[in-house]
């Protein structure tokens, strides 16, 4: 009996799958602490990446960092924690907040990278704490060498305006010194278009709007990052950045009145000539004694000034009459150093013990003018009459330490234990229009508990307590841009910061021969003192609201994640990721009493994309869809109630490695014209009276962006 040969069909691709799959094999191993995945520079080479980020992006289960800190987030505070993926080059952090480790992915060539580790486990010898997974980018040392990266780029908005960009990188190793250099162009126009409706109370129709509001915008940056091995025993790591973001923006507005017999047309036209600028020093100096104790000093120095004048304009018969003049002017310094020594106690613990102290300052003020009589207008108000006592400037400081304590413990080869403990307080301090000074002490215990069922199936829980990082924009007086009906909006002194205290269980599972990650999230996060809108009316006719503390409440995320590629369909080297997350939350509303959601908390977000890599020919390609379950977003206010929707999010992109190791990549943004809309009830009084004075409709959007990269390497 004759047996019928495979067709060559099926031969090319018996032989392009046990290639594929012999390759991961080869490239990608585990460690025997079981919990540590090491991929080597191999395992990238059929991919032909262009730098380290590229590599990242090929490995299952790993999220590529994004930009740094700063104050302007209510996140966690200071150095020492950080939750998610976290970052190191050759085992060290980076030491910075806004010079992003994702930009120092970007200036490293791929042909530096010795292997890339995925660290699971916990470590006296890791360089972050409280992460879920370590990934540390480990760079080949044997040789000196120079590498320059380039890519010139070019981005067409949905109104046809065409805007260029482009990096330049060096980086290299020359003896005991690494470092590497950028200057990066990023263009970052955006033109959003709003279309808006209200009827009034008794639902007749009140009015239409049309807005075009147009940002001309190109971001600026210079960066470097520079270590050098001063001995095998110790080293020194520099990091710095200058930043230029201007970002001057017109708008043109449209108003259609419907209330009388015929309609009448409103023409306003806003010039927001915005400067902003900020720079960041940062360092760190490492010692490791012979028995492998090591003390470490880090230090980081940063500074943001942003300039925003806004002028409002009635246009009239060929004339234009100033109606509004807002100038918002704010510097954020930062100044942080921490120490800590290191130091090995019984088999497999660590103790680390130091000291952080941190110092934030900002300086702001508002000058917020309105036409009236000739005689009381001032320049420095363009020309109109300053309101109120908004024109001095404000300053809002704290000085914060915090002495911790961090034990790392691995109780047996598949449990390992981090405990840390640490005591903060803190004096906050305003001056200016309002003098306010206060003192703050927590204290802050957590416990990441780590058992790894097997090599590839590990439980994480960590309970913890944690401090909410401040907005110090909340303390002054600022602008309201989400409200034309509402130029500015108050300060509160008396803010405190939020305490939280969280449980996290996470089980994650690595499916065999690098097939792909699966993880499942339960988070749960009590808030204590939350940030949210509160009543700060002087009286009943003059009704007004600020941020402020609201009281408690929780709130809880269920999350299912997957990363797989598709091996079982013959598509080694197709990988498909997605994530399915719900979430929930509760606190009384200080405004109607009654028992709602956090503000602007949705229901959940559901994201699936793919990744398709065509080694033969150096072509990948892939897709993202992200959409978030809308009902029940809502902000509520003294005056108005708002309630928020969005469509769903796509975006997508092709890559082709050509001629020269030139790289084309094309990208697509908001595939889908994903616009957001609001619906917001506005009262006549009190929200809690319930008269409805006005409804609006409003949805905006900045449409499709098409983008072309070309990168390379000499």
């Known amino acids: ?15 392009l799958i046990l290639s594929a799959l012999s390759a991961q094999l080869s490239a990608q191993t585990t460690l025997e602490d079981g919990s540590t995945v090491v991929y080597e520079a191999d395992y990238f080479t059929e991919y032909r990446p262009v730098n380290a980020q590229d590599m990242l992006r090929r490995i299952p289960g790993v999220s590529i960092p994004n930009g740094g800190g700063g104050n302007a987030s209510r996140g966690g505070r200071g150095l020492g924690g950080g939750g998610g993926d976290q970052v190191l080059i050759n085992g060290k952090r980076t030491a910075g907040k806004n010079n992003d480790v994702g930009g120092v992915l970007d200036r490293i060539t791929a042909d530096q990278v010795r292997h890339i580790e ?7 010898e890791l360089d972050v704490r409280g992460s879920s997974q370590v990934v540390n980018v480990v760079l080949f040392e044997e040789l ?33 010194l690494n470092y590497s250099f950028g200057i990066v162009a990023e263009p970052r126009y955006d033109h959003n278009v709003r279309k808006e409706n209200s009827i009034l109370g008794d639902f007749s129709p009140n009015d239409t709007i049309r807005e075009d509001r147009v940002r001309e915008q190109t971001s600026y940056e210079l ?14 790591r520099l990091n710095a950045l200058y930043g230029q973001n201007d970002n001057p923006t017109e708008v043109d507005r449209i108003t259609t009145d419907l209330t009388g017999n015929t309609p009448t047309l409103l023409t306003e036209y806003e010039d927001i000539p915005g400067e902003r600028d900020n720079w960041e020093l940062g360092g760190d100096y490492e010692y490791r004694r012979e028995n492998g104790d090591r003390f470490k000093v880090l230090f980081i120095s940063n500074e943001d000034n ?19 003049y807002l100038s918002s002017d704010k510097t954020t310094r930062e100044r942080i150093v921490r120490g800590s020594y290191t130091m090995g106690l019984y088999e497999g613990q660590a103790l680390e013990m130091g000291i952080e102290r941190a110092q934030t300052i900002q300086d702001s003020s508002l000058k917020y003018g309105i036409p009236g009589d000739e005689a009381d207008r001032s320049d420095s108000y363009g020309g109109l009459v300053p309101t109120g006592t908004l024109g001095a400037t404000e300053t809002v400081e704290e000085i914060r330490y915090e002495p911790f304590l961090v034990h790392n413990w691995k109780i047996s080869p598949k449990l390992s234990l981090e405990s840390s403990l640490v005591w903060e307080t803190s004096e906050l301090t305003q001056t200016g229009l309002t003098y306010n000074q206060r003192d703050f002490q927590f204290l802050k215990p957590k416990l990441d508990i780590r058992y790894d069922v097997t090599s590839r199936f590990q439980l994480r829980t960590v309970l913890a307590r944690d401090v909410r990082q401040l907005s110090f924009s909340d303390f002054v007086a600022s602008t309201d841009n989400d409200d034309n009906d509402s130029d500015t909006q108050v300060g509160n002194a008396n803010l405190a910061p939020e305490t939280t205290f969280t449980a996290d269980l996470n089980a994650e599972y690595r499916l065999p021969n690098d097939t792909g ?14 940030i949210e809108r509160i009543d700060v009316s002087t009286s009943p006719t003059d009704l007004r609201s600020t941020n402020g503390n609201i009281g408690d409440g929780d709130m809880w995320i269920g999350r299912l994640d997957a990363d797989v590629r598709l091996g079982m369909l013959g598509l080694p080297n197709v990988l498909v990721n997605s994530r399915f997350e719900l979430r929930d939350s509760e ?10 959601r956090f503000t602007n908390y949705d229901r959940g977000r559901f994201q699936l ?12 390609y892939g897709m993202e869809m992200n959409t978030r379950f809308d009902g029940n977003t809502k902000r509520y206010d003294i005056k108005d109630l708002e309630i928020s929707s969005s469509d769903v999010f796509v975006s997508a992109f092709a890559e082709v490695v050509a001629f020269g190791g030139l790289t084309f990549r094309f990208d697509v943004r908001n595939v889908t014209n994903n616009e957001f809309c609001r619906e917001r009830r506005r009262f006549d009084g009190h929200i809690r009276d319930n008269v409805l004075k006005e409804i609006e409709y409003q949805c905006s959007g900045s449409g499709r962006v098409m983008s072309l990269k070309i990168n390379g390497t000499f």
């Open 306 to 324: 942003e300039l925003s004048t806004r002028e409002r304009y009635v246009l009239d018969n060929g004339g234009a009459e100033k109606t509004l």
């Open 609 to 620: 994309g793919f990744r398709h890599d065509v080694p033969r020919f150096n072509l990948n």
């Open 118 to 124: 995925l660290i699971r486990g916990t470590s006296g």
């Open 517 to 530: 990650v699966l993880s499942a999230k339960i988070f749960y996060m009590e808030h204590y003192d939350k």
């Open 587 to 596: 606190i009384e509303d200080p405004f109607l009493g009654i028992d709602r």
């Open 144 to 176: 000196d060498s120079n590498s320059i990266s380039y890519e010139v780029n070019a981005d067409r908005y949905y109104d046809g305006t065409v805007q260029p960009g482009g990096s330049l990188a060096l980086s290299g190793k020359q003896d005991k």
């Open 223 to 236: 960066t470097s990052n520079i270590t050098y091995e001063i001995n095998p025993q110790s080293s020194f």
């Open 1 to 15: 009996m004759t047996r019928n040969k495979p067709s060559s069909a099926k031969r090319v691709l018996c032989t």
